[in-house]
């Protein structure tokens, strides 16, 4: 903190200093609803944590009695956390603390009947847009998947849920792309392989958004992307500078607009639109960088092969005339 913020800091604890009762009792209270059966739990077993910073130093446990619990007589000057274990999927709150004149707090915490019903899960649409990376002489792509959980349970995957890891779903990847990463989730809640992620985190009621972010390094020429699509996608959107990459569809048909990104006012962009793909339709995106002929380095290796071509053909001529 700053001198300033130091000194606020302190003037508080001189204020609440005189207020605050040592070894002060709290209560937390709360209420359990079940999303899916709309109704309360009932003599189900909840956990009180009590912990300083990652080092669990207490438990408690409490019986639900017509969707309510209740912990008296804690001490107000630790952290706790709630958890709760139903239906194969552990649920638990945030750390929380006291206040100095704090003495109560209510904790409402909603679960589910869990779901193995893959028909439960519906991809709405998916974005690709995609940059061009000077520097590294790289397309870089970001990619955005939602999901919607139609059911009133939380899907769990399919496969047996007495494994360690459950896989919820899987979205098809393009092969060698490099820098793979999740901006808004660990990398430890994907599975992922040389053509596909997979998601290892239940899906809840409503709607999920999956993001992730890689990158493919241009060839002189052009760069082909291909894969095949694990699920049925009813909008498909690919967003692509078209003033400084030069791009083509292959295997499914399209529609084409520009597309103005406020962020980005100095690049043109075009919106590529793919409707009803199915599971296991195929894709190939071409890219081509639009002054690949034009850079210095292109123009030497140009010329150079031409005036070996060149060498090599009067060395012919010479023996042909002879």
């Known amino acids: 903190v700053n001198l300033s913020e130091a000194k606020e800091l302190l003037s508080y604890i001189k204020n609440t200093k005189d207020t605050t009762k040592r070894n002060s009792k709290v209560l937390i209270k709360g209420r359990i609803n079940n999303f899916t059966a709309d109704k309360f739990l009932q003599n189900e077993s909840i956990e009180l944590e009590a912990v300083m910073a990652d080092k669990i130093l207490s438990t408690e446990k409490a019986i639900i009695k017509d969707g309510y619990f209740k912990f008296k007589g804690l001490p107000g000057n630790s952290a706790y956390r709630i958890k709760l274990f139903y239906d194969g999927i552990e649920y638990s709150t945030d750390k929380f603390y006291f206040l100095p004149e704090e003495n109560e707090k209510k904790i409402d915490l909603t679960v589910f009947e869990t779901t193995q019903d893959q028909s439960s899960i519906k991809i709405s649409s998916v974005h690709l847009i995609v940059t061009y990376d000077e520097d590294s002489k790289s397309i870089i792509v970001a990619e955005i998947i939602n999901i919607d959980n139609v059911s009133r349970s939380i899907f769990v995957g399919t496969n047996d849920i007495s494994e360690k890891i459950r896989r919820i779903n899987s979205y098809s990847l393009f092969p060698k792309i490099i820098n793979l990463d ?127 071509l060149a060498a090599l053909g009067f060395t012919i001529f010479k023996k042909g005339v002879k």
């Open 182 to 308: 999740f901006p808004h989730r660990s990398k430890d809640t994907f599975i992922a392989s040389d053509n596909m992620i997979t998601d290892t985190l239940p899906i809840p009621p409503g709607n999920r958004r999956v993001v992730f972010t890689y990158g493919v390094k241009l060839n002189l020429l052009s760069t082909t992307l291909s894969k095949i699509f694990l699920n049925d996608i009813p909008n498909l959107a690919i967003i692509v500078p078209e003033n400084i990459l030069s791009f083509d569809i292959e295997g499914l048909e399209y529609t084409k607009k520009e597309a103005q990104i406020k962020e980005l006012t100095d690049e043109k962009y075009t919106t590529y639109s793919i409707k009803d793909i199915k599971k296991g339709d195929a894709l190939s995106l071409k890219f081509k960088k639009y002054d690949v002929f034009l850079n210095t380095k292109s123009v030497v290796g140009i010329i150079f092969l031409i005036f070996i």
